[in-house]
């Protein structure tokens, strides 16, 4: 197995389109990541008439009871913040404390999205072989680049670890994720064992694994940090009977608060006895233990 050494766990509150394109919601669910202790607060950018064929952009939404307008076009629209948004989003993270990042799905956003400068940005599994994009961020961005690697086979893998090795920037800003694309993912589907085959292929070429999870619950999280994934992302929602398709594989704000509680606890785990008989032993050991 790969050697690593563990560190603190960091984590991503993906609020994505789960604001329903309200920035007051956004603001709130910002507020409340920062409550659960979440490292960063995660949204999504769409250019939409750049994704989206004129077939697509107005074919209806293949589920209306989660759209947000009459075609898939207009839904998609609905739920888009501008470049100014972001930035007053990125604003507001950084006046209470915490982190603010965002996923982009084309090339037009990925260059808005640098524009704001944040720490790290993220490729969704659904762009990670839209290479013209990849390579704005590349070659642009100076920031970690932060790509999951949901539906995507190894050999594509290897394509997308190699793109970053020939300007020499995958050990440094590179950060590439085990996830399952699927919401919500049952637990046989996971995979978490993918972690380890990340850590034996790319563990010395990327910067770092993380673990992008669309289960239920939170126990699955503690085992993918033990696997050596520090960063650990998760949907984020405050009510996940709300109107949309991201909410019923998101964590309320209770589940996130104790997610983080549980990493944070591992963290403090791992680790090796710094003597044969701990401080905390020795009493147990001089009362209990058998002399003879």
């Known amino acids: 197995m790969f050697d690593f050494n563990y560190s603190a766990p960091k984590v991503i509150a993906e609020i994505g389109c789960n604001h329903m394109g309200s920035m007051e919601i956004a603001k709130e669910l910002i507020q409340l990541a920062k409550e659960c202790k979440s490292d960063y607060a995660k949204f999504q950018k769409r250019n939409n008439l750049e994704l989206l064929t004129e077939e697509q952009y107005n074919a209806p939404h293949p589920n209306p009871a ?41 090339v037009i956003s990925a260059n808005e999205i640098i524009e704001l400068n944040p720490d790290f940005i993220k490729v969704p599994s659904a762009c990670n072989n839209n290479y013209a994009m990849l390579q704005v961020l590349r070659d642009t961005y100076k920031g970690e680049i932060h790509i999951s690697f949901g539906m995507t086979t190894q050999e594509e893998e290897e394509e997308v670890v190699r793109f970053f090795e020939e300007t020499n920037a995958a050990k440094d800003r590179l950060v590439i994720y085990s996830c399952t694309s699927g919401y919500p993912v049952p637990f046989d589907n996971v995979c978490l064992l993918e972690i380890n085959r990340l850590y034996e292929r790319f563990g010395d070429r990327v910067k770092t694994i993380g673990f992008s999870g669309h289960h239920l619950g939170i126990a699955i999280d503690n085992a993918a940090f033990t696997l050596g994934a520090n960063w650990i992302e998760r949907h984020f929602t405050k009510d996940r009977t709300w109107k949309g398709t991201d909410h019923a594989a998101s964590l309320e704000p209770t589940g996130f608060k104790k997610l983080v509680r549980d990493l944070n606890a591992t963290y403090q785990a791992l680790s090796f006895k710094e003597e044969e008989i701990l401080e905390i032993e020795k009493v147990q050991r001089a009362k209990l233990k058998n002399q003879k």
Request: hydrophobic share 20%; charged share 30%.
């Open 66 to 106: 989660n759209s947000y307008g009459d075609t898939y076009g207009a839904h998609r629209e609905y739920l888009e913040f501008t470049k100014e948004q972001h930035q007053e989003l990125k604003d507001y993270c950084e006046k209470i404390g915490i982190g603010y990042s965002t996923s982009v799905w084309d």
